[in-house]
Protein backbone atom coordinates (compact mmCIF):
# COMPACT_ATOMS: atom_id res chain seq x y z
CA UNK A 1 0.00 0.00 0.00
CA UNK A 2 1.00 3.68 -0.29
CA UNK A 3 1.75 5.83 3.03
CA UNK A 4 3.70 8.86 3.32
CA UNK A 5 6.20 8.88 5.52
CA UNK A 6 9.13 11.65 6.61
CA UNK A 7 12.45 10.98 5.35
CA UNK A 8 14.43 13.79 6.77
CA UNK A 9 14.08 17.53 6.70
CA UNK A 10 11.72 18.81 3.73
CA UNK A 11 12.38 15.26 2.63
CA UNK A 12 8.28 13.82 2.56
CA UNK A 13 7.81 10.93 -0.22
CA UNK A 14 5.14 8.60 -0.62
CA UNK A 15 6.14 5.07 -0.41
CA UNK A 16 5.11 1.28 -0.92
CA UNK A 17 4.85 -0.51 2.78
CA UNK A 18 3.70 -3.38 3.89
CA UNK A 19 -0.23 -3.69 4.66
CA UNK A 20 -1.07 -3.20 8.56
CA UNK A 21 -2.85 -5.81 10.23
CA UNK A 22 -4.50 -6.62 13.30
CA UNK A 23 -2.28 -6.91 16.51
CA UNK A 24 -4.15 -6.75 19.38
CA UNK A 25 -8.08 -7.32 19.91
CA UNK A 26 -8.43 -4.01 20.96
CA UNK A 27 -7.32 -2.76 17.35
CA UNK A 28 -9.19 -2.17 14.09
CA UNK A 29 -8.06 -1.65 10.59
CA UNK A 30 -9.23 1.50 8.90
CA UNK A 31 -8.98 2.10 5.38
CA UNK A 32 -8.39 5.82 5.12
CA UNK A 33 -10.81 7.92 2.42
CA UNK A 34 -9.25 11.89 3.14
CA UNK A 35 -6.28 12.74 5.17
CA UNK A 36 -5.52 16.19 6.45
CA UNK A 37 -1.91 17.96 6.27
CA UNK A 38 -1.86 19.67 9.63
CA UNK A 39 -0.04 23.18 10.17
CA UNK A 40 1.64 20.94 13.24
CA UNK A 41 2.80 18.88 10.61
CA UNK A 42 5.34 21.16 9.42
CA UNK A 43 7.10 21.48 12.51
CA UNK A 44 8.26 18.15 11.85
CA UNK A 45 8.79 18.62 7.94
CA UNK A 46 11.14 21.95 8.57
CA UNK A 47 13.05 20.44 11.52
CA UNK A 48 11.79 16.70 12.46
CA UNK A 49 15.96 15.79 13.00
CA UNK A 50 15.70 17.94 16.04
CA UNK A 51 12.26 16.58 16.87
CA UNK A 52 12.97 13.05 17.58
CA UNK A 53 11.81 11.67 13.54
CA UNK A 54 13.58 9.06 12.80
CA UNK A 55 13.39 8.38 8.74
CA UNK A 56 11.53 7.08 7.39
CA UNK A 57 8.39 7.02 9.68
CA UNK A 58 4.76 7.09 8.69
CA UNK A 59 3.15 10.62 9.39
CA UNK A 60 -0.44 12.21 9.23
CA UNK A 61 -2.68 12.10 12.26
CA UNK A 62 -6.36 13.61 10.62
CA UNK A 63 -7.81 11.06 9.15
CA UNK A 64 -11.66 9.62 8.11
CA UNK A 65 -12.42 6.16 6.98
CA UNK A 66 -14.24 3.11 6.72
CA UNK A 67 -13.58 0.25 9.00
CA UNK A 68 -12.43 -2.97 7.60
CA UNK A 69 -11.82 -5.56 10.30
CA UNK A 70 -11.67 -5.35 13.77
CA UNK A 71 -9.74 -7.21 16.90
CA UNK A 72 -12.20 -9.27 18.83
CA UNK A 73 -12.59 -6.90 21.82
CA UNK A 74 -13.88 -4.15 20.13
CA UNK A 75 -17.69 -3.67 20.89
CA UNK A 76 -18.25 0.55 19.11
CA UNK A 77 -17.63 0.64 15.51
CA UNK A 78 -17.77 -2.38 13.34
CA UNK A 79 -16.43 -3.19 9.83
CA UNK A 80 -18.30 -1.26 6.73
CA UNK A 81 -19.15 1.73 9.27
CA UNK A 82 -17.33 5.57 8.12
CA UNK A 83 -15.64 6.91 11.28
CA UNK A 84 -13.09 9.45 11.82
CA UNK A 85 -10.65 8.56 14.36
CA UNK A 86 -9.13 10.87 17.26
CA UNK A 87 -5.47 12.50 15.98
CA UNK A 88 -4.55 11.02 20.01
CA UNK A 89 -4.93 7.43 20.98
CA UNK A 90 -7.53 6.75 24.38
CA UNK A 91 -8.32 3.13 25.92
CA UNK A 92 -11.49 4.86 27.16
CA UNK A 93 -10.79 2.93 30.89
CA UNK A 94 -8.32 4.85 32.77
CA UNK A 95 -8.85 7.88 35.64
CA UNK A 96 -8.13 10.31 32.85
CA UNK A 97 -10.35 9.03 30.15
CA UNK A 98 -13.22 8.66 32.82
CA UNK A 99 -13.06 12.48 33.28
CA UNK A 100 -12.92 13.06 29.38
CA UNK A 101 -9.26 13.62 29.67
CA UNK A 102 -8.95 11.81 26.63
CA UNK A 103 -5.52 13.08 25.36
CA UNK A 104 -3.63 12.10 28.97
CA UNK A 105 -4.32 8.69 28.89
CA UNK A 106 -2.62 6.98 30.80
CA UNK A 107 -2.18 3.84 28.54
CA UNK A 108 -2.30 5.80 25.38
CA UNK A 109 -0.43 9.34 25.12
CA UNK A 110 0.39 8.33 21.74
CA UNK A 111 -0.50 10.21 18.72
CA UNK A 112 -0.48 8.94 14.99
CA UNK A 113 2.15 9.90 12.65
CA UNK A 114 4.52 10.84 15.06
CA UNK A 115 7.73 9.31 16.33
CA UNK A 116 9.34 8.11 19.38
CA UNK A 117 7.84 8.98 22.85
CA UNK A 118 5.01 8.98 21.14
CA UNK A 119 4.20 5.50 19.84
CA UNK A 120 3.69 2.58 21.98
CA UNK A 121 2.05 0.00 20.04
CA UNK A 122 4.36 -2.03 18.32
CA UNK A 123 5.15 -2.14 15.26
CA UNK A 124 5.92 0.92 12.65
CA UNK A 125 4.58 3.80 13.59
CA UNK A 126 1.06 4.21 11.97
CA UNK A 127 0.36 7.49 10.04
CA UNK A 128 -3.05 8.80 8.73
CA UNK A 129 -2.14 9.86 5.52
CA UNK A 130 -1.58 6.46 3.98
CA UNK A 131 -4.18 3.62 2.36
CA UNK A 132 -4.74 1.78 5.37
CA UNK A 133 -4.04 2.63 9.27
CA UNK A 134 -3.91 0.16 12.30
CA UNK A 135 -5.90 2.16 15.55
CA UNK A 136 -5.30 1.00 18.79
CA UNK A 137 -7.80 0.95 21.21
CA UNK A 138 -10.12 1.56 18.36
CA UNK A 139 -13.90 1.95 20.65
CA UNK A 140 -12.09 5.04 22.32
CA UNK A 141 -9.81 6.20 19.31
CA UNK A 142 -12.55 6.13 16.39
CA UNK A 143 -15.89 8.05 16.41
CA UNK A 144 -18.36 6.19 14.46
CA UNK A 145 -19.96 8.71 12.14
CA UNK A 146 -23.44 9.15 11.96
CA UNK A 147 -26.25 8.35 8.53
CA UNK A 148 -26.76 12.33 7.96
CA UNK A 149 -23.34 12.88 7.81
CA UNK A 150 -21.98 10.05 5.68
CA UNK A 151 -22.33 11.31 2.36
CA UNK A 152 -18.79 11.61 0.58
CA UNK A 153 -19.27 15.18 -0.16
CA UNK A 154 -19.57 15.44 3.96
CA UNK A 155 -15.55 14.23 4.47
CA UNK A 156 -13.47 17.25 4.69
CA UNK A 157 -15.88 18.68 7.17
CA UNK A 158 -15.56 15.79 9.24
CA UNK A 159 -11.91 15.95 8.79
CA UNK A 160 -11.73 19.35 9.80
CA UNK A 161 -13.17 18.37 13.07
CA UNK A 162 -10.61 16.09 13.95
CA UNK A 163 -7.60 18.66 14.76
CA UNK A 164 -8.47 22.26 12.93
CA UNK A 165 -12.18 22.61 14.18
CA UNK A 166 -11.80 20.50 17.33
CA UNK A 167 -8.72 22.81 17.91
CA UNK A 168 -10.12 26.05 17.68
CA UNK A 169 -13.55 25.16 19.33
CA UNK A 170 -11.22 24.07 22.13
CA UNK A 171 -10.11 27.15 22.52
CA UNK A 172 -13.38 29.32 22.85
CA UNK A 173 -14.30 26.22 25.21
CA UNK A 174 -11.26 26.85 27.48
CA UNK A 175 -11.92 30.58 27.54
CA UNK A 176 -15.64 30.13 28.02
CA UNK A 177 -16.79 31.69 25.07
CA UNK A 178 -20.38 32.89 26.01
CA UNK A 179 -23.34 34.63 24.24
CA UNK A 180 -22.63 38.27 23.40
CA UNK A 181 -19.08 38.33 23.90
CA UNK A 182 -16.20 40.26 21.88
CA UNK A 183 -13.43 38.21 20.85
CA UNK A 184 -10.43 38.14 18.77
CA UNK A 185 -9.01 35.55 17.39
CA UNK A 186 -5.07 35.84 16.30
CA UNK A 187 -3.93 34.27 13.54
CA UNK A 188 -5.66 33.59 9.95
CA UNK A 189 -4.11 29.88 9.43
CA UNK A 190 -6.72 26.84 9.55
CA UNK A 191 -7.09 26.93 13.48
CA UNK A 192 -7.44 30.39 13.84
CA UNK A 193 -10.42 30.25 10.77
CA UNK A 194 -11.90 27.87 12.59
CA UNK A 195 -11.38 29.26 15.96
CA UNK A 196 -13.19 32.46 14.73
CA UNK A 197 -15.73 30.03 13.53
CA UNK A 198 -16.41 28.34 16.64
CA UNK A 199 -17.03 31.61 18.71
CA UNK A 200 -19.46 32.85 16.42
CA UNK A 201 -21.34 29.30 16.74
CA UNK A 202 -21.18 29.70 20.70
CA UNK A 203 -23.19 33.36 20.40
CA UNK A 204 -19.74 35.93 20.31
CA UNK A 205 -21.43 39.01 19.37
CA UNK A 206 -18.31 40.38 17.80
CA UNK A 207 -15.71 37.77 16.27
CA UNK A 208 -12.57 40.09 15.31
CA UNK A 209 -9.83 37.86 13.12
CA UNK A 210 -6.44 39.12 13.16
CA UNK A 211 -4.11 37.89 10.28
CA UNK A 212 -1.99 39.37 7.27
CA UNK A 213 -2.96 37.40 4.64
CA UNK A 214 -6.19 38.87 2.74
CA UNK A 215 -6.99 35.89 0.65
CA UNK A 216 -7.57 33.60 4.62
CA UNK A 217 -9.02 36.80 5.83
CA UNK A 218 -11.95 36.68 3.61
CA UNK A 219 -12.41 33.02 4.40
CA UNK A 220 -12.89 34.26 8.06
CA UNK A 221 -15.59 36.36 7.07
CA UNK A 222 -17.29 33.49 5.31
CA UNK A 223 -16.65 31.20 9.13
CA UNK A 224 -18.58 34.12 10.22
CA UNK A 225 -16.06 36.80 11.57
CA UNK A 226 -17.39 40.32 11.99
CA UNK A 227 -14.29 42.27 11.93
CA UNK A 228 -10.92 41.71 10.09
CA UNK A 229 -7.87 43.35 10.79
CA UNK A 230 -5.07 42.83 8.62
CA UNK A 231 -1.69 43.53 10.50
CA UNK A 232 0.92 41.89 12.69
CA UNK A 233 1.76 44.69 14.99
CA UNK A 234 0.54 44.37 18.40
CA UNK A 235 0.19 48.27 19.10
CA UNK A 236 -1.91 48.49 15.79
CA UNK A 237 -4.37 45.65 16.83
CA UNK A 238 -4.81 46.78 20.06
CA UNK A 239 -6.04 50.13 19.16
CA UNK A 240 -8.38 48.26 16.55
CA UNK A 241 -9.93 45.84 19.30
CA UNK A 242 -10.22 48.52 21.51
CA UNK A 243 -11.64 50.61 18.83
CA UNK A 244 -14.33 47.99 18.38
CA UNK A 245 -14.80 47.42 21.79
CA UNK A 246 -15.88 50.56 23.25
CA UNK A 247 -12.34 51.15 24.09
CA UNK A 248 -12.00 48.22 26.60
CA UNK A 249 -10.95 45.34 24.06
CA UNK A 250 -11.98 41.65 23.66
CA UNK A 251 -13.31 39.53 26.56
CA UNK A 252 -11.81 36.70 25.36
CA UNK A 253 -8.46 36.46 23.06
CA UNK A 254 -7.62 33.10 21.14
CA UNK A 255 -4.25 33.10 20.29
CA UNK A 256 -4.01 30.28 17.38
CA UNK A 257 -0.31 30.77 16.88
CA UNK A 258 1.85 31.21 19.30
CA UNK A 259 5.32 33.15 19.90
CA UNK A 260 6.26 36.39 21.46
CA UNK A 261 4.48 38.69 18.90
CA UNK A 262 1.64 36.48 18.92
CA UNK A 263 1.41 36.83 22.68
CA UNK A 264 2.02 40.78 22.88
CA UNK A 265 -0.82 41.25 20.38
CA UNK A 266 -2.99 39.38 23.03
CA UNK A 267 -1.98 41.02 25.86
CA UNK A 268 -2.95 44.28 23.82
CA UNK A 269 -6.30 43.74 22.71
CA UNK A 270 -7.50 41.81 25.97
CA UNK A 271 -9.74 43.65 28.28
CA UNK A 272 -9.07 43.85 32.05
CA UNK A 273 -10.75 40.51 34.11
CA UNK A 274 -10.28 38.77 30.17
CA UNK A 275 -9.15 35.39 28.74
CA UNK A 276 -6.27 34.68 26.77
CA UNK A 277 -6.56 31.11 25.10
CA UNK A 278 -3.21 29.69 23.90
CA UNK A 279 -3.60 27.22 21.05
CA UNK A 280 -0.26 27.59 19.03
CA UNK A 281 2.37 24.49 19.24
CA UNK A 282 5.69 26.55 19.29
CA UNK A 283 5.59 25.73 23.22
CA UNK A 284 5.56 22.36 22.41
CA UNK A 285 8.53 22.57 20.12
CA UNK A 286 11.25 24.08 22.47
CA UNK A 287 10.23 27.75 21.77
CA UNK A 288 7.85 29.19 24.56
CA UNK A 289 6.65 32.67 23.80
CA UNK A 290 6.64 35.28 26.30
CA UNK A 291 3.80 36.12 28.44
CA UNK A 292 3.81 39.21 30.28
CA UNK A 293 2.64 37.86 33.62
CA UNK A 294 3.23 41.38 35.37
CA UNK A 295 0.21 42.68 32.95
CA UNK A 296 -1.36 39.24 33.56
CA UNK A 297 -1.13 40.12 37.23
CA UNK A 298 -2.08 43.41 37.11
CA UNK A 299 -4.85 43.01 35.03
CA UNK A 300 -6.09 39.75 36.83
CA UNK A 301 -5.64 38.24 32.98
CA UNK A 302 -6.49 34.45 32.95
CA UNK A 303 -4.30 32.34 30.48
CA UNK A 304 -5.56 28.81 29.50
CA UNK A 305 -5.68 26.96 26.29
CA UNK A 306 -3.82 23.85 25.34
CA UNK A 307 -3.33 20.51 23.58
CA UNK A 308 -6.45 19.47 21.32
CA UNK A 309 -8.56 17.06 23.80
CA UNK A 310 -8.46 14.20 22.03
CA UNK A 311 -11.98 12.96 21.32
CA UNK A 312 -13.69 14.72 23.65
CA UNK A 313 -15.66 17.35 21.76
CA UNK A 314 -16.15 15.30 18.26
CA UNK A 315 -19.29 13.85 19.02
CA UNK A 316 -20.25 17.12 19.95
CA UNK A 317 -19.00 18.90 16.51
CA UNK A 318 -20.79 16.07 14.59
CA UNK A 319 -24.01 17.49 16.17
CA UNK A 320 -23.27 20.90 15.54
CA UNK A 321 -22.68 19.95 11.74
CA UNK A 322 -25.26 17.73 11.29
CA UNK A 323 -27.06 20.86 12.47
CA UNK A 324 -25.53 23.34 10.21
CA UNK A 325 -24.20 25.27 13.00
CA UNK A 326 -20.79 24.98 11.55
CA UNK A 327 -18.77 23.67 8.63
CA UNK A 328 -14.86 23.82 8.47
CA UNK A 329 -15.34 22.80 4.96
CA UNK A 330 -13.77 26.22 3.68
CA UNK A 331 -10.30 25.69 5.13
CA UNK A 332 -9.82 23.19 2.59
CA UNK A 333 -8.35 24.73 -0.36
CA UNK A 334 -6.61 22.36 -1.75
CA UNK A 335 -7.59 18.34 -2.86
CA UNK A 336 -4.56 16.49 -3.80
CA UNK A 337 -3.98 12.44 -4.70
CA UNK A 338 -2.09 10.79 -1.91
CA UNK A 339 0.78 10.34 -3.93
CA UNK A 340 1.36 13.85 -4.52
CA UNK A 341 1.68 14.47 -0.49
CA UNK A 342 5.39 16.31 -0.98
CA UNK A 343 3.17 18.97 -3.07
CA UNK A 344 0.68 19.00 -0.47
CA UNK A 345 3.66 19.91 2.09
CA UNK A 346 5.19 22.23 -0.06
CA UNK A 347 2.42 24.08 -0.56
CA UNK A 348 1.92 24.44 2.65
CA UNK A 349 5.20 24.94 4.03
CA UNK A 350 6.14 28.17 1.19
CA UNK A 351 2.15 29.66 2.28
CA UNK A 352 1.57 30.11 -1.22
CA UNK A 353 -1.39 32.28 -2.52
CA UNK A 354 -4.80 30.67 -1.43
CA UNK A 355 -3.25 27.91 -0.04
CA UNK A 356 -4.28 27.02 3.50
CA UNK A 357 -4.82 23.28 4.19
CA UNK A 358 -4.28 20.77 1.97
CA UNK A 359 -6.40 17.56 2.06
CA UNK A 360 -5.16 14.03 0.26
CA UNK A 361 -6.98 11.24 -1.37
CA UNK A 362 -5.86 7.78 -1.45
CA UNK A 363 -8.57 7.22 -4.13
CA UNK A 364 -7.98 9.91 -6.37
Same mark, same amino acid.
Not at 32 to 35: D, K, N, R, T
Given at each position: M?AT??H???????????????????????R????G??????????AG????????????????????????????????????????????????CR?????????? /??????SG?? *??Y?????????????VPF??????????E?A??????????????M??? *???? !??A?V?????????????? %??????????????R???????????A? %?? $????T???????????G?? =??GLT?????????????G????????????????????? /????VG?????????Q????L????G?VP???N =???????L???A????????????????? !??? $???D???? %???? =???????
Open positions: LRYGDRDIRVDEVPEPGLREPTDALVVHLAICGSDLHFYRSSLGFAPPERVGHEFVGEVLEVGADVRSVRPGQAVVSSPSIADGTCEMERLYYACERG /LGFFGYGF *WHGGPVEGGQSELVRADYTLVAVPELDPERRPALVGIIDVGTG *WHGA !DAGAPGDDVLVIGDGAV %GLCAAHAAVARGAEVILAGHHADRLI %GR $RLGADVVESRDPAEVEL =VRGGHGARVVIASVSDAPLATAHAGVRAGGVISCIG /LDQAAPPGVDWMDFLRNTITGLGRR =VPHLMELAKGIDPTPVFTHRLPLARAA !DGY $RLMERAE %GVVK =VVLDPSA
